[in-house]
């Protein structure tokens, strides 16, 4: 492996994204934590235990050494953040959810700043946009003149159940089967419920239900059914070709994910790139593949081309 000195990147914002940026980087070999940067008001929360040697500062200014900074705020502040780092010279990585002539503007913004400061940036380096846009354009390359189709569902088997809805007390619920380790089939029924409502009594009603009777069926009460569906996302990417003298292309890309750690994990690869960069903005699509591998490319390379 190489020995070349691991790039010292500071997190900013220490949200979803934040947080496993720091982990998966205290996890490699190649990059460092050289500080997350928060605001004053939570400077003083606990960081998780594989953390704790890592400084927390109010202001990236503090930090010593910092080769780039993951932008891991909220979208709307990503631009005045991503200035005031910039000003300092260093390159930043953001992954701000704009789609569509948002991003095209935002992208534009961020390029002025970067030249400006003579500093290279990466915009929408995350899952979507990011990765997923990668793999949009292939899929559009590859079957030119054709349409694409983009259904969003939940991760797992998680779906609507009307039996559980029918349950006095129950505002929601999803329903997902889950293999247990020795291989019986279980359903977990997740259910939002009215105040006041006695969890137990939901929970006897649906076992007794013919539909769950004999089955293996455990109710889990949670606040927010949509933060679970959150939780575990999945995307279809469906590309048909025109069909024409070439025959019928049809690409289809399944996926089933935590988008917070893909996108972290998008992050990381964009910074492995950074010190191949000019000043100025690049997008995931600007930047050649091998590059996000870091040290690590000829292997990559062999690997998978
Ligand atoms: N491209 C993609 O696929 C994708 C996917 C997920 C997220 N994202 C983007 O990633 C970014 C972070 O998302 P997240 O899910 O981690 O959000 P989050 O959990 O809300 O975390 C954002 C963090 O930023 C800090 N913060 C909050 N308000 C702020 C403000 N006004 N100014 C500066 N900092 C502030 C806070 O950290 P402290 O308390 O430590 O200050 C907060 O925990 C967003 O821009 C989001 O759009 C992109």
């Given at each position: 492996?190489?020995?070349?000195?691991?790039?010292?990147?500071?997190?900013?914002?220490?949200?979803?994204?934040g947080r496993v940026c720091a982990e998966l980087i205290s996890l490699s070999h190649d990059l460092s934590v050289a500080a997350i940067v928060r605001r004053a008001a939570s400077v003083e929360g606990k960081l998780p235990e594989t953390l704790r040697s890592i400084p927390v500062t109010t202001h990236i200014g503090q930090a010593r050494d910092v080769d780039a900074a993951l932008l891991c705020v909220p979208t709307n502040a990503v631009e005045?953040?991503?200035?005031?780092?910039?000003?300092?010279?260093?390159?930043?990585?953001?992954?701000?959810?704009?789609?569509?002539?948002?991003?095209?503007?935002?992208?534009?913004?961020?390029?002025?700043?970067?030249?400006?400061?003579?500093t290279p940036a990466i915009v929408g380096a995350g899952w979507d946009p990011g990765a997923l846009s990668v793999f949009r354009s292939w899929f559009a390359l590859l079957a030119p003149g054709g349409i694409t189709e983009t259904r969003h569902h939940t991760g797992s088997s998680l779906r609507h159940t009307t039996m559980a809805l029918s349950v006095t007390g129950v505002k929601d619920a999803l329903c997902a089967e889950v293999r247990a380790v020795d291989g019986r089939l279980q359903r977990y029924v997740y259910v939002e419920l009215q105040e006041g409502t006695d969890p137990e009594m939901v929970a006897q009603a649906i076992r007794a239900d013919p539909l769950f009777l004999g089955e293996d069926t455990q109710v889990f009460p949670v606040e927010s059914l949509a933060a679970l569906e959150q939780e575990g996302r999945g995307v279809v990417l469906d590309r048909r070709g025109s069909p024409g003298r070439f025959g019928h292309q049809h690409l289809l890309l399944e996926a089933r994910f935590d988008e917070t750690v893909l996108t972290a994990q998008v992050m990381l690869g964009a910074a492995r790139a950074l010190p191949q960069l000019e000043?100025?903005?690049?997008?995931?699509?600007?930047?050649?593949?091998?590059?996000?591998?870091?040290e690590h490319a000829e292997q990559a390379e062999r690997r998978w081309l």
């Open positions: 492996m190489s020995s070349m000195k691991p790039l010292r990147l500071a997190v900013v914002g220490f949200g979803k994204v005045e953040t991503a200035e005031q780092i910039l000003r300092r010279g260093i390159p930043i990585i953001e992954c701000a959810k704009l789609q569509g002539a948002a991003l095209h503007a935002h992208k534009e913004a961020m390029h002025k700043l970067a030249i400006h400061h003579k000043p100025g903005v690049s997008c995931l699509l600007d930047i050649p593949l091998n590059l996000l591998w870091g």
